[in-house]
C-alpha cells in the first residue's frame, strides 16, 4: 500500500512533535529526571559505599590517635612460667657449681599508665605481685615465696628529643577535619559523575531516536518519490543509498544507547536485569551570579585541598624538628618510688611493706655517624623549602581554577540558550524543507543538508546542556557551596 503526500507529512509531523518531547512515555518504560538519578547514585552506588567506609575508617583512625591521651589500664602476668633445668648456681665460696632446679614463677601486674602531650613523657601507677613455687625433688624440699610492689608511682620523660605526640596534637585534627571534607567533595563527585553519565545515556537515546526518525523519513520519501515519474533514478539511488546509511546508523546508535545504559546503571547501583528506562531533558536551567571572590573564599574555607595546603607544611616542619632532635644529645630521665616487701606468703607482701626508689638518667651521644644526621636534618630542610614552594604553587592553581570556572560559567548559560535558539531554527528549517522535497521544489541533497544541519544543531544543543550541568556540579564539587540557595553544602 502506497501512502500519499498528505499521510507522509502527516507521519514526519508526528515524528517531529515525538522529538521534540522525546520522553514522553514511550513503550511504558520509566522515565527519570536528574535530580532522581543524583539521588539514586548517592543513596545506592558503590562509589557513595565507599566514600561512607573511607569517612568511617577515617574516624577510626582519628579515635585511635585520641586514644593515646587518655589513661591506658593493662592487667599483664605471667601464670606460670615453668621451668626444670640444670642451671649454674654461685655456692657461698664464690665458686658456680651446676645443680638440677624445678621451679614456677608466676606474676600478676596492673598498671595504669598516662602520656603528657606537653612534654612528650609518661606517668604511670602500678601494683604487682611475684610468687616463686622452688620444686625440689626430694620430700618437703619445696618452698614457696612471694615478693610484691603494692603501690609503685614511676615517670619516664624524654629530653631534647622528638615530641611525637606534640606533633601529632596539631597534625592529626586536620587529617580528620580532611576527611570530613573529603566525603562532601565525593558526594558531589558522584553527583558529577552521575550527571555525565546521564547526558551521555541521553544524547545516545537521541542519536537513537534521530537515526530511526531519519530511516522513517527517507522510507516515506523514496516510496514517495516511486510513484512520481519526474524524479530521476540518479535520485532514487541516491535515496536508496541514504535508507541504507539510515539503517546502519539505527543498529550503531542502539548499540551505544545498550552501553551507554548499562555504565549509568551500574553506577548507580542498579544491575543489568533491572528494566531500561528513558531520560528527561531538563527543562530549565538555574541562572544566578557568582562573584569569584566569594567561591574562593567558600573554597578556602570548605575544600579538603586547602586544609592539606596546612598539615603538609607542618608535616614538613615536623621532620625538620625530628631531624634536629636525631642530631642532638639523646637524654632520659626515669624514677620510680614506692612500696615493696617479700614473705612465706601473700598476706605478707601487705604488712609492713618498705619504701623503694629508683631514679635514672640516661643518654646517648652521637660521636661519629659519618654524617648521617647531618644528610638527615640538610634532606628535611631541603624538603621543607620543597614543600613550602609547591603549596605556595598549589594555592595559586587552587584560586585559579575556582576563578577561570565562575568566569566560564556565564558563558555556559549563554551557549545552552544560543544552541537551544539554533536547534528549534534548524528543526523548522527541515520541516519546511521536507515539504519542498515533498512538493519536488528543493533536490535530495538540499533536502539531507537540511536534515544533517538539524541533527547536528540537536547534538550541540544536548552538549551544551551536558557541559553546563558538568560545570555546575563541578562549581559546587570545588567550593562545598549552593550558590543557587546561598548555602554551605558541608555536613548536608
Known sequence: MRLNY?????????????????????????????????????????????????????????????????????????????????????????????????????????????????????????????????????????????????????????????????????????????????????????????????????IEQINYRIAQKNLKSSTNILEKSEENTNVSESEKLQMELSIMKAQSDVASAELRADNAMLRLKTFIGLSESDKSFDLEIPKEIPEFKIDDKIAVKYAKKNRQRYLSFKRRKLEAERDVARAKAESNLDLYLTGSFGLTQQADNLPGVYENPQNQQRVRLGFVIPVADFGRRKANLQTAIANQKLVESSVAQDEINFEQEIVVLTKQFPILVNKVKTTNKANEIAEKRFNLSHKQYMRQKISATDYNLALQEKDKSTREYLKALKDYWLAYYDLRMKTLYDFEGNMSMIGM
Request: charged fraction near 20%; aromatic fraction near 14%; glycine fraction near 6%.
Open 6 to 202: 498528505y499521510q507522509v507529512l502527516l507521519s514526519t509531523s508526528l515524528l517531529t512533535v515525538l522529538f521534540l518531547v522525546p520522553f514522553c512515555k514511550v513503550n511504558a518504560q520509566q522515565q527519570f529526571s536528574l535530580d532522581q538519578i543524583i539521588r539514586l547514585a548517592r543513596d545506592n552506588s558503590l562509589s557513595a559505599q565507599q566514600a561512607e567506609n573511607k569517612k568511617e575508617n577515617r574516624y577510626g583512625s582519628y579515635l585511635k590517635y585520641k586514644s593515646n591521651f587518655y589513661p591506658q589500664l593493662s592487667l599483664e602476668g605471667a601464670l606460670p612460667d615453668f621451668s626444670r633445668a640444670i642451671d649454674p648456681v654461685t655456692q657461698p665460696d664464690g665458686t658456680q657449681k651446676f645443680i638440677p632446679r624445678s621451679f614456677a614463677n608466676s606474676y600478676l601486674g596492673l598498671k595504669l599508665k598516662q602520656t603528657i602531650s606537653a612534654t612528650g613523657g609518661e606517668i604511670y601507677l602500678e601494683s604487682q605481685i611475684t610468687r616463686i613455687d622452688n620444686l625440689a625433688e626430694e620430700e618437703g624440699g619445696s618452698t614457696t615465696s612471694y615478693s610484691g610492689n603494692p603501690l609503685v608511682l614511676g615517670f619516664y620523660q624524654p629530653i631534647f628529643t622528638h615530641n611525637w605526640l606534640k606533633w601529632s596534637k596539631k597534625i592529626e585534627p586536620i587529617r580528620y577535619q580532611e576527611a570530613e571534607k573529603k566525603y562532601d567533595e565525593e558526594l558531589e563527585w558522584i553527583a558529577w559523575k552521575a550527571t555525565d553519565l546521564y547526558f551521555n545515556l541521553m
